[in-house]
């Protein structure tokens, strides 16, 4: 079975500092995991997504994340946070078998001091 | 292209009573999937569907029931609410199983 942890369920940082949220999977073959962002009230929105090429990932508003297969990771970051940063971050994992069922961490809310 | 579309917003149920919560895409996605969001859980998977006529059970399928008549539309159903089944629920579709899902925006359940 496939899993999802996200460690820390609560983030704050300081605007302009380094974005920086965990994410650990488990999975018994190969992984396709996804990062999405939910702002109050609203859906789930893709952030970037890594499905076995470059196991570094480019994702919207400077959001970035590195597949690594050894940490079993994939740690979201960002260099420079905003205060539109300020969201929920969900880390989700499926494989080719799955049937399109995406498992969802428990998310990380991202707070941003000004 | 409206994407997913998710009705109700909000609904208020009393114990007891039944609904349907619809949902459907324009994108002609083969994939869609029901989830329910409840604080510090995350997202949880109530049943999904790889295409018409093909339904499987989730991580938290009971008290629910769908069915997949159509591509389009895939709708929800509650055959007795309760009040933990109080929570926001979410559809979702995608092309394929391993492409990323695109998601409606959401209906607010509250069971009293």
């Known amino acids: 079975a496939q899993s999802v942890t996200q460690l820390g369920s609560h983030v704050s940082v300081s605007e302009g500092a380094l974005v920086l949220l965990r994410c650990n999977y488990s999975?018994?073959?190969?992984?396709?995991l996804f990062w999405y962002v939910q702002y109050p009230n609203q859906g789930l929105q893709l952030l970037l997504k890594?499905?076995?090429?470059?196991?570094l990932v480019k994702g919207i508003n400077g959001f970035e994340a590195e597949f690594k297969k050894s940490e079993t990771s994939f740690h979201l970051t960002k260099p420079s946070a905003h205060m539109s940063d300020a969201a929920e971050y969900f880390c989700a994992v499926t494989s080719y078998n799955q049937g399109g069922k995406l498992i969802f961490g428990q998310g990380t809310e991202l707070s941003v001091k000004p | 292209n409206a994407g997913v579309t998710q009705t109700p917003k909000f609904q208020v149920l009393k114990t007891g009573q039944s609904m349907t919560l619809q949902c459907a895409q324009d994108m002609n996605h083969e994939y869609m999937s029901w989830y329910r969001q409840d604080p510090g859980m995350g997202l949880r998977l109530i049943h999904y569907s790889v295409g018409a006529g093909i339904t499987d059970q989730g991580e938290v399928p009971n008290g629910y029931n769908v069915s997949r008549s159509t591509t389009e539309d895939f709708p929800l159903r509650l055959l007795s609410a309760a009040p933990s089944q109080t929570s926001v629920y979410f559809c979702?579709?995608?092309?394929?199983?391993?492409?990323?899902?695109?998601f409606g925006q959401g209906t607010r359940l509250t069971v009293v």
């Open positions: 890594y499905t076995s090429a470059a196991t």
């Open positions: 999975s018994s073959v190969p992984p396709y």
């Open positions: 979702a579709s995608s092309y394929t199983g391993q492409q990323e899902a695109f």
